[in-house]
């Protein structure tokens, strides 16, 4: 598996986690308040599937699409981390980049928040994304491709199609 080179195409995401303490309850709401003792942010979605590949030692590619926001460059240097060059992402610059934030206590999920859009992407993206992946695909040392769909407006079914009609003709 460590000669194998993967492209991921997908649906990538911040995953934020704020770990801490809850002491009280709010006097405004029956809720606890979380005392945030630090926070921390990975890839998630399709940049999950290329840290859970390079953690096996495989080559990966990401062909993924992110807004013009700060989220977006935040995910654009944790690929960067990760892939390097081979972290190919594309932007949409009306589309928010998906976060999803968790809020942790004693090891316990007290809450997620999402900003994300599930809207497909505009057409001239959708192109850019199959058009990346066939360059990709191209070279000889590519020797699988996952395509990674959260619903967040990546892949529709003709985008899917055209990507799989590119591995196959590769």
Do not use: W
Request: charged share 20%.
């Amino acid at each position: 598996l460590a000669r194998a080179r993967v492209v991921v195409v997908g649906d990538v995401m911040l995953d934020r986690f704020a770990y801490g303490a809850v002491e009280r309850i709010s006097p405004e709401a029956p809720i606890p308040i979380l005392r945030i003792e630090h926070e921390a942010a990975m890839l998630g979605g399709a940049g999950n599937v290329l840290r859970n590949l390079a953690a096996l030692g495989v080559t990966a590619d990401l062909i993924a699409v992110v807004g013009d926001d700060a989220a977006g460059r935040e995910v654009a240097a944790l690929g960067a981390a990760e892939a390097g060059e081979r972290c190919r992402l594309l932007t949409q610059a009306e589309r928010p980049t998906t976060i999803k934030e968790r809020f942790i206590a004693a090891g316990q999920q007290l809450l997620r928040a999402d900003r994300e859009s599930a809207r497909p992407l505009a057409p001239a993206v959708a192109a850019a994304v199959a058009a990346t992946a066939r360059a990709v695909l191209a070279d000889p040392a590519v020797g699988a491709m996952i395509l990674s769909d959260y619903g967040k407006g990546t892949l529709p079914p003709a985008t899917i199609t055209a990507l799989i009609a590119a591995a196959h003709a590769a």
